[in-house]
């Protein structure tokens, strides 16, 4: 009880000392943790002081997330956790993808004619909804890697669910952007609007009893409810009652749903050790081709801003991505060449490709060792941007590097009891085949849909922990980690200062250069070397800790609103 109430007053005083846009580079000697909201860091650093560990913090943040940033991650969505056990010297990544409901096939994102529907026709509503694994994944680590007891790390989202928290700017703005899919279902429409149908602007009071309640029944009977009982009942209800384009989730689906522990996909960068989250995500895979290819570089007589550096990236960025449509997807469903993927003479062969001084014609898909007989489809499903990213490093000395999400902004557009519901099933491939040939991303009863998702943790020739970090950002998240990762491994940058740098990408064949920052001064030179290229917003959402001989230190995004906090 004494936890509870030190954790409830805490949030409250820090509810009026933070600002909406805190964030920067911090030290620590502990512990630290970074997310991309200030309410949720400081759930993460209350529940860290008090003894917590890494695994205690995550639940803590998590679902303060789902409250205060609902448009982002949640229980009604998926997740990976990349966790680093010290006392074992041990790192294990944990799937919470959704799984496709088990009634799904391959032409639920098909029209009549056979065509692929338009993203947000499949999007919004229950036909995109897959079941949901993030609940179970904070069950199951903090059974098996919690100190603190599990009610107690849900006791400030429920006080908080009921007292109200302030609407931060990014959330009225995504409100207010995508008012009128909102304005579809009568429970999202009453809590994100106004009496007047205007959407509810930054710094309104936002109470959500609806959620407490369905925190009150998980801190009593873990995710049973949600999973077994009523909640899961209401779960399937909004989705199969789903106005205009209903979904195949079932009782079923719930029910058979599972966490499943994989092996971290690690490959060398330099004198480190890059571990990341494998299939059904393809973050770690195409991260490690992009840097194993780039490794034949002579990066550190180049600039990061500079336009050798950016061409370079862009072209082993495109040439990774090619690998990643036609071969990347659940392992469970497909055979893939994960090993194959990541082979350094495979890696070498294809960053001779690269031209260094031009674009290169040769960008197509190529036949890693172990994939010779594959007969696929490149495929190009859209992932839009969403997402969250946090990082934990507690005072034991072990860390959790967390990507959680529920896809597009908002999801599916559906709430029920209180939380936001996922359309994660979007980020398969829509077409199931192509050409005759099958897709490897098609969808399947069962399976989980590829993700770009990439939390990341990275240890030092002597096997310790160096930096946990990710981001959201749909398929770009892949370029926008890529990059921090050779800031801070390459360049030895401050983390800060990694995840300040440009955002660059070219994941499909246009070269995106982030608007408002140095990049945009490159256009000119890479349309000169044959790039087509486009100035845009690239909104990453980066937080990461580094461990140094003199403390942590942490860095989140000044693109979004994270804020890293530690002692
Ligand atoms: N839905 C975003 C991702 O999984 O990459």
Redesign the pocket.
Known sequence: MLIKRLLLSSIITSLMAISATAQGSKKARKFMVATANPVASQVGYDILKRGGNAIDAMVGVQLMLNLVEPQSSGIGG?A?LLFYDAKRNEVSSFDG?ETAPLKAKGDLFLKEDGSPMKFFDGVVGGRSVGTPGTLKLLEVTHRNFGSLPWEDLIQPTIQLAEKGFRVSKRMAASVERDAERLRTFPATKSYLFLNDNTPIPEGTLLRNPDFAQTLRLIAAHGSEPFYYGEIARDIVRTVQEAKGNPGKLSLADLRNYWVIERPPVCHDYKQYQVCGMGPP???ALTIGQMLGMLSHFSLDDLSPNGPKFVHLFAEANLLAFKDRGLYMADSDYVDMPIKGLLDPKYLEMRSKLINSSRVSDSMSPGVPPTALNYKLSPDASM??P??SHFAIVDAQGNAVSM?T????GFGSRLMTRGFLL?D?L??FSFRPERDGQLIANRLEPGKR?????SPTLVFNSKGQLHMAVGS????R?IPYVAKTLLGVLEWNMDIQEAINLPNIAKNFGTMELEVGTSAEQLKADMEQIGHKVRVRPLTSGLQGIVVTPSGLVGGADPRREGLVLGE
């Open positions: 998926g990976f993808r995500s393809s973050g992932e839009l969403s997402t990507t999400t529920i896809e597009n996922n994660e979007t980020d849909p590829r993700s770009s998702m959201p950002g749909g398929s998240i």
